[in-house]
C-alpha cells in the first residue's frame, strides 16, 4: 500500500487556539488594533531579548522592512549583492532606485562570497546587501572588513537566520542593520511580520517615522514614508509564538540530524552542515545534486512530487535570471551560483516532520541515484 499522505516542503507553527485568544482577549477592551499598540509594544520586548539587542523596529512584512531600511538610510547608487536569494532581496534594491550588482556565492555554504565583492566596487557603490541564506551566517567579518575600507554601508538580509549565533553573537548583531521576516513559514512567524535590528542608536525612531508614512510629530510630516507597521493581532501571534519556539527549533534539530544521518556521505549529494561556532536554526533542508549523483535534480523533484512529496527549487531560477530583469544581468559572471541553482532542491523541513516521514523521503531521493 503507497503512504499517500501529502507532505508540503513546509508548514507553519501555530499556538494553542486557547492561548493566542487568550491573548487577543484584551484588544476587545481597548480597541487599539495597530499603530504601535500594547502587543507591539510587548512583542519588541520579548524580541530584544530574545535576539540580545538593545532595539529592533517591527514591520508589516520583512519585504517592507528591508524597503525601510535602505530609505531610511538614503542610500543612493550601486548596491552588491546575491543573486542566490527570494526575490524580496534584489526587488527591494531595485524598488527603491538602487543598481544591484550581482557578486558570487561560495560553494560551501551558498552564501555571498567576500572574495567576489571587492572588485566590483566603484565609487557608486553605496552599500551591500548579504544574505544569510538558508540561515548559513555570511563571513560576517570579511565583509565588515571590506566595508570599512571602502565606507559602504552593510545590511544583511537575515530573513532565514531569527535566533541563528556565531559564537554567543546574534545574527541581528552583524552589519548596520539586519532584516528578519517573520513570515508564515519562516521559522519564527507573526502570520505576515518582520523585524529590523540596526547599530545606530537613533535609527529606531526614523524607521518608525518611515514606517508610518514619515510623520513626525502631531503636526509635522518630514519624509515621503509609507505605512508598513505590524498590527496588533500579528504582534499577539508573535509573543505565542515565541513562547514555543525553544520547542520548535529543538524538533526541528531531531528532523534536520536525521536527513544529515541519512543523506550526508552518499555520493553526490552535498548538504549543508552547521560551521564551527554556529547555533543554527534548522530553517530548511537544501540539498545539492552533483552530477556524480547519477541523476538531476529535476528528476528527485519529480519523483518525491509523484508520491506527493512537495520539496522546492529553491533558490532557481537565480533572480539574475528572472524575466523581469531580462537584458539587464549576465547570470554566467557568477558561475557558482549558477551551478547551485541547477543542483539545488530543498527538502520537507518543519518542527512536526515525522522521522518516518524524513525516512521515506531520504529512500525516494537515494533511490534515484544511479549504481
Ligand atoms: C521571506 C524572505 C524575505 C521577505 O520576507 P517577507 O516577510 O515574506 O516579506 C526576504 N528575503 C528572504 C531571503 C526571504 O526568504
Known amino acids: 500500500m503507497p503512504d ?6 513546509t508548514r507553519s507553527s501555530m499556538p494553542p487556539l486557547d492561548e493566542y485568544v487568550a491573548e487577543i482577549a ?6 487599539w488594533l495597530t499603530n504601535m499598540g500594547e502587543k507591539h509594544r510587548e ?4 524580541l530584544e531579548s530574545y535576539l540580545g539587542v538593545d532595539d529592533i523596529a517591527l514591520f508589516v512584512n520583512g519585504h517592507s522592512a528591508l524597503e525601510c531600511v535602505l530609505e531610511a538610510m538614503q542610500l543612493k547608487g550601486k548596491v552588491i549583492t546575491t543573486p542566490y536569494s527570494f526575490a524580496s532581496t534584489t526587488h527591494a534594491i ?7 550588482v550581482f557578486a558570487d556565492i561560495k560553494p560551501d555554504d551558498y552564501t555571498i562570497d567576500p572574495s567576489s565583492i571587492e572588485s566590483l566596487i566603484d565609487e557608486d557603490t553605496c552599500a551591500i ?3 544569510h541564506v538558508y540561515g548559513n551566517l555570511c563571513d560576517v567579518e570579511a565583509i565588515q572588513d571590506i566595508a570599512d575600507r571602502h565606507h559602504l554601508k552593510v545590511v544583511y ?5 531569527f535566533g541563528v549565533r556565531l559564537n554567543g553573537a546574534s545574527s541581528a548583531t552583524f552589519g548596520d542593520a539586519a532584516m528578519f ?6 521559522v519564527f512567524n507573526t502570520i505576515e511580520g518582520g523585524a529590523v535590528c540596526f547599530r545606530e542608536p537613533g535609527f529606531r525612531t526614523k524607521l518608525n517615522q518611515w514606517k508610518n508614512f514619515g510623520i513626525t510629530g502631531e503636526e509635522t510630516v518630514e519624509y515621503v514614508g509609507g505605512n508598513a507597521k ?10 505565542c509564538n515565541l513562547r514555543h519556539l525553544d520547542d520548535e527549533i529543538a524538533k526541528r534539530k531531531m528532523v534536520a540530524e536525521r536527513y544529515w544521518e541519512r543523506l550526508d556521505g552518499a555520493r553526490g549529494v552535498r548538504t549543508c552542515l552547521p560551521k564551527e561556532g554556529v547555533t543554527p536554526n534548522y530553517a530548511y533542508m537544501p540539498v545539492v545534486f552533483e552530477d556524480e549523483f547519477g541523476s538531476t535534480r529535476d528528476a528527485v523533484f519529480d519523483a518525491l512530487a509523484e508520491q506527493d512529496i512537495h520539496a522546492r527549487k529553491y533558490f532557481y531560477p537565480l533572480i539574475s535570471d528572472y524575466g523581469c530583469y531580462a537584458g539587464r544581468f549576465d547570470s554566467s559572471a557568477t558561475p557558482v551560483a549558477k551551478h547551485v541553482a541547477a543542483r539545488v532542491l530543498t527538502l520537507p523541513m518543519y518542527a512536526d516532520l515525522a522521522v518516518e516521514d524524513v525516512d521515506r523521503i531520504c529512500d525516494i531521493v537515494l533511490s534515484q541515484a544511479s549504481e
Not at 499517500?4 to 516542503?9: A, D, E, G, R, T
Not at 531595485?94 to 544591484?100: A, D, S
Request: charged share 20%; net charge neutral; hydrophobic share 45%.
Open 157 to 161: 538580509d537575515a530573513a532565514h537566520a
Open 26 to 31: 484584551p484588544l476587545w477592551e481597548s480597541h
Open 129 to 131: 546587501v548579504p544574505v
Open 4 to 9: 499517500n499522505k501529502q507532505i508540503l516542503v
Open 94 to 100: 531595485v524598488r527603491k532606485g538602487l543598481t544591484p
Open 181 to 186: 521576516s517573520f513570515h508564515a513559514t519562516k
Open 43 to 46: 512583542l519588541e520586548r520579548e
Open 230 to 239: 505590524m498590527n496588533e493581532f500579528c504582534a499577539a501571534m508573535g509573543i
